[in-house]
């Protein structure tokens, strides 16, 4: 009888700790899925976050020309330190040049021609970094690139790196979508929007211009 009793025991504890432990398990189990769940939707936004700002600095169109400030420079006809004076409407026009040919292929696949809508913007030029300018430039930003570049407004000062447009007076492009423009408000200190650039936040608009002629070899 005892043993009998014994057994009964032993088998009322099995059937209290089986399902104990079968609880365990699947809470242990969902906890797990649940923290690998959180994990891995963290991980995708935060990739999705990172390709966004990749897509915003360096569109697919630009990729072939990802300049260092030594390039970018060296590349430019202008740089000026100049105020947006103001915005004129958009107009149809042929762009041509390095950048513009690196997407001929592009357009040409979507059936695209290269006429585009430009946006004229007149500058007043405060000073003259490197090159040549009159007291007034146009910089024409393209419907290309104009959406990647930053939103001006007039009254801004800002240092702009340009290129000439061939057969114009006084009228000049974008080199890159952020590369182009350096804020440089009243107080006259430097902050770049290429994040490639960020070594030269902050540095004074006298500090700026002497590395421009650095390497421009005009120190």
Known sequence: ??????????????????????????????????????????????????????????????????????????????????????FNEKV?????????????????????????????????????ISGNASSSIIIRRSELSEPYEPELKVGQKMVFVLKKIEGTENVYKVMHPTGTYFDAEDSKMIKPYFNKFNDLSSISLEDFSDKVKKEKGQN
Not at 26 to 49: E, F
Not at 101 to 123: F, N, R, Y
């Open 1 to 86: 009888m005892q043993c009998m009793a014994s057994k009964a025991k032993m088998n009322n504890k099995a059937k209290i700790i089986i399902p104990a432990i079968a609880a365990a398990l699947v809470v242990g189990g969902l906890s797990y899925a649940q923290k690998d769940g959180i994990g891995k939707s963290s991980q995708s936004i935060g990739s999705t976050a990172a390709t966004q700002v990749q897509q915003q600095v360096k569109p697919e169109f630009m990729d072939f020309y990802d300049p260092t400030f030594e390039q970018l420079i060296a590349d430019a006809d202008l740089v000026v330190y100049g105020q947006v004076k103001k």
């Open 92 to 128: 149809e026009a042929v762009i041509a040049g390095p950048a513009e040919d690196a997407v001929k292929a592009k357009l040409a696949s979507k059936g695209s021609s290269m006429k585009i809508h430009v946006t004229p913007m007149e500058i007043d030029v405060k000073q003259v």
